[in-house]
């Protein structure tokens, strides 16, 4: 390869790069919560336990809340489930996980409506 398709090949490589995505990714609110929606699941829809078991997120601290994934993620905090959950995302990711339950207001459960 010549030193100039080389240097055309690098800068289509950069061209090509990721971050611009996930800088777009990250300016969009629609990506947090469809990150934090993985955790409605046990935590409640937008992070508002049912009963508070497990914890509410809702509300909480952002640094706490960052801080806790890190530490189920290398271990450091025990878990029965949350070390294995914290394991897929991204330090990005957990941040912007963090910033959406620290951005809900902290509110009961949704609960279904009673069945007539
Ligand atoms: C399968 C159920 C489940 C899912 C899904 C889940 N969690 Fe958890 N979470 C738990 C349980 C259970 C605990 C209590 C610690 C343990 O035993 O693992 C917990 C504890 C926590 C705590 C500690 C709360 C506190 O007050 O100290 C944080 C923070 C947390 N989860 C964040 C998350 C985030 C963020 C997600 C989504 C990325 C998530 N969890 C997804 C079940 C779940």
Redesign the pocket.
Known sequence: MSRSSTLLALLSFSMLSPLPVLAAEAANPTYARS??A??F???GTDGRSVDGV??S?AG?NRDY?LQ??RE?RNGKRP?????Q??LG?TDEQLAL??GY?AGVAPGPAARAPAAR
């Open positions: 990150l934090a993985t955790c699941t046990c935590h497990p914890p997120l909480q809340l806790q994934m189920f878990a029965t489930i949350m070390h959950h914290a995302y996980i963090a339950f």
